[in-house]
Structures are given as C-alpha cells and as structure tokens.
C-alpha cells in the first residue's frame, strides 16, 4: 500500500519507492530506503510528519504516494 495510506502512529517498512530518478534520489537522500522502518507521526494540512532513521520529515502526501509499504 502507499505510505499516504497509513495511519497515525503506524509503523510500516518500505517495499519500493517509485517515480522518476530524481525523485527516488530525492526520496533516498531522505532516508527512505527499500526495508526501513518509517512511522507516522502525524498528518497536517495534506503532510505527513513521518520518524524515519530517528529523523522526523515532513512529505506532501503526493510524495509519500509514491513510496509502497507494508507492515
């Protein structure tokens, strides 16, 4: 499922990140590697403040459509 899907205070563990090489690199640069763990904190105003690598980071929903989790 995308990352967008989950819920407040879910735990999930990236599967695939899709989009175009910059995007992805983007994504990477991030944190967001195939088989981390990522939790969602919260979701304000269409963003999702997500704990990934003990970072927290903000993404549009947009973006975290594009990443594919599970739990």
Not at 39 to 58: D, P, Q, Y
């Amino acid at each position: 499922m995308p990352l967008a899907l989950a819920d407040q205070g879910q735990t999930v563990y990236i599967n695939k990140i899709n989009g175009k090489d910059d995007t992805r690199k983007f994504l990477t640069n991030l944190g967001f590697t195939v088989g981390s763990e990522v939790t969602v904190i919260s979701e304000l105003g269409g963003n999702m403040i997500l704990k990934v690598k003990e970072t927290r980071v903000a993404l549009d929903k947009k973006m975290a459509q594009r990443i594919i989790v599970s739990q």
